[in-house]
């Protein structure tokens, strides 16, 4: 393990470690599944309460008998007292940090990630790099002039069923696109429950759409040319917040060769609890010469148990596969692939054999995030304006 990383994490969240859920969520088995593999070494986690931490200290315990191996971590902060600056200090450790994974509330994604480019720190940021344009252009210049390599964690790209859409697509089998058609929910706890504390700071729309905006994007390598988005309030405002049950945007876009397509995107996070999976998406695409459908909810297994009725899970995006501590034990997915990229070009980077701006356009870089973050600005201002048409430039 020569060349293997120490990992500053931001957040303890649900996407980290599965706070809320049953589950650990992706980045943190991610980092143990990268430690097998001699790509980690040492994590420090930086939360904002000692709460946090005792989830935290929790999930590492039980990943430890699942994995039957321990992750070297750190916890911050480590008095009984919040800190929502407590990333700062593990600066302050004497450790030699070589990239950080942020996952911490949109609005906070610029402030933290421009401090840790900064300290000259590789990034990986989760969706959106940040809310608005400027916001991600500021971010872009810092990361040049630090040297170092920023990725956002856009995890679809790696779904398979996406890089066959793009195959597809860029193999002319469906013609020219006309129209993609895209329906992605979740269940009403996201909005209640699990991002209870900072639902205000988001929407849908951003917070969920922007992946498909960037699938889109990733596929066709076209350009918005103008956005246009409703929602509605609802169920969230009759339980006391003051946000989108849904959201329906529609963007035009330009492909490289100047026709143009649409896409319609249909968003909400008010599918019931009982609904068979925590996220229900699909996509569809219609194009001159044939179209595209990928149902990226059912993967093909149902389940049904007494303890929680019918479940269909997404076998592909992460799970634990094989007997615990077993030589074919691991976690997998295109959650975890995500995860591993960045850390396995944070090594290339490292060692020299290659330079940050050889991923561009081969990766889901901050430059690469200016299209998906140009549509959700767009979006949240027609919103505002009531439906109207909004021009994008980016």
């Avoid at 066709?220 to 509605?232: F, H, K, L, S």
């Amino acid at each position: 393990m020569e060349n293997a990383l120490t990992v500053l994490v931001i957040g303890a969240g649900m996407y980290v470690c599965g706070r809320g859920t049953d589950g650990f969520g992706t980045v943190l088995p991610a980092l143990y599944q990268a430690k097998k593999q001699g790509l980690v070494g040492r994590v420090v986690i930086a939360a904002t309460s000692p709460e946090s931490i005792k989830v935290l200290k929790a999930k590492v315990k039980k990943l430890n008998l699942i994995f039957k191996d321990e992750l070297s971590i750190s916890y911050l902060p480590d008095r009984k007292k919040r800190d929502p600056e407590a990333y700062k200090k593990a600066f302050d450790l004497g450790i030699n940090f070589d990239c950080a994974i942020i996952s911490v509330p949109d609005k906070q994604h610029a402030a933290v990630t421009s401090y840790l480019l900064r300290k000259k720190l590789h990034c990986l940021v989760v969706k959106p790099l940040a809310p608005t344009l400027k916001e991600v252009k500021q971010l872009i210049e810092l990361q040049l002039a630090s040297q170092v390599y920023g990725a956002v964690e856009f995890h679809k790209r790696y779904d398979r069923s996406n890089l066959k859409l793009k195959d597809v697509i860029r193999e002319g089998k469906i013609g020219d696109p006309l129209y993609f058609l895209v329906e992605y929910s979740q269940r009403k706890s996201i909005p209640l429950e699990k991002f209870k504390h900072w639902v205000n700071q988001t929407n849908i729309f951003q917070y969920l759409g922007i992946h498909y905006v960037d699938i889109i994007y990733f596929a066709t390598g076209a350009r918005p040319i103008r956005v246009m988005a409703i929602g509605q309030k609802n169920y969230l405002k009759s339980k006391g917040v003051d946000n989108y049950d849904s959201i329906q945007c529609v963007v035009e876009w330009r492909l490289p060769n100047g026709k143009e397509f649409s896409s319609t995107l249909l968003t909400n996070w008010i599918d019931p609890e009982k609904n068979s999976a925590m996220s229900d998406q699909k996509i569809k695409i219609i194009g001159t010469r044939g179209s595209y459908e990928a149902d990226q909810k059912d993967r093909g297994i149902t389940m049904v148990t007494d303890d929680d009725g019918i479940e269909v899970p997404n076998p592909d995006f992460s799970s634990f596969y094989g007997q615990s501590g077993t030589e074919d034990f691991s976690f997998q997915g295109y959650g975890y692939q995500s995860i591993r990229r960045f850390l396995a070009d944070v090594v290339a980077v490292k060692e020299g054999t290659i330079m940050p701006a050889a991923l561009e356009g081969r990766r889901p870089t901050f430059s690469a995030s200016i299209v998906p973050t140009a549509v959700i600005e767009a979006a949240n201002k027609s919103l505002a304006r009531g439906g109207k048409w909004l021009n994008v430039k980016t």
